[in-house]
Nanobody, 115 residues
Framework: QVQLVESGGGLVQPGGSLRLSCAAS????????MRWYRQAPGKQREWVGF???????AAADSVKGRFTISRDNAKNTVYLQMNSLKPEDTAVYYC?????????WGQGTQVTVSS
C-alpha cells in the first residue's frame, strides 16, 4: 500500500514562490512515475505535470515556464517548485502515482495566492 503525503502549501502573494513536496512510502519510489494535479474551488481537478522514473518532465501549458517538477529518489520525494504565482493558481494540490496497477493520491495541500 503506497502512501503519499503532500506538504509545503500556504498563503503567498502574487509573484511569489512556493515549493511543494510529496513524500512516498510503501513502495519502490524509484519506479514510480509521479504526477501533480490541482483542484480549485468549484472546478474539476486538473493535471499540472509529470515526472518519469528517468526524470523526464512535462507540464500543463498553464504552468509551463513557471512550475518545475523534480524528484529525489534517495528521499522518496517529488517536488513542485512554483514561481511567479498567480491568483488563478489557488487550489488544493495533489500528487498521484500509478503503482502495480493501482492509483494512489495524497490528501492534498492548499495553496492560496492572494495579496
Amino acid at each position: 500500500q503506497v502512501q503519499l503525503v503532500e506538504s509545503g502549501g500556504g498563503l503567498v502573494q502574487p509573484g511569489g514562490s512556493l515549493r511543494l513536496s510529496c513524500a512516498a512510502s510503501g513502495g519502490i519510489f524509484s519506479i514510480m512515475g509521479m504526477r501533480w494535479y490541482r483542484q480549485a474551488p468549484g472546478k474539476q481537478r486538473e493535471w499540472v505535470g509529470f515526472i518519469s522514473i528517468g526524470g523526464n518532465t512535462a507540464a500543463a501549458d498553464s504552468v509551463k515556464g513557471r512550475f518545475t517538477i523534480s524528484r529525489d529518489n534517495a528521499k522518496n520525494t517529488v517536488y513542485l517548485q512554483m514561481n511567479s504565482l498567480k491568483p488563478e493558481d489557488t487550489a488544493v494540490y495533489y500528487c498521484n502515482t500509478d503503482y502495480r496497477s493501482q492509483t494512489y493520491w495524497g490528501q492534498g495541500t492548499q495553496v492560496t495566492v492572494s495579496s
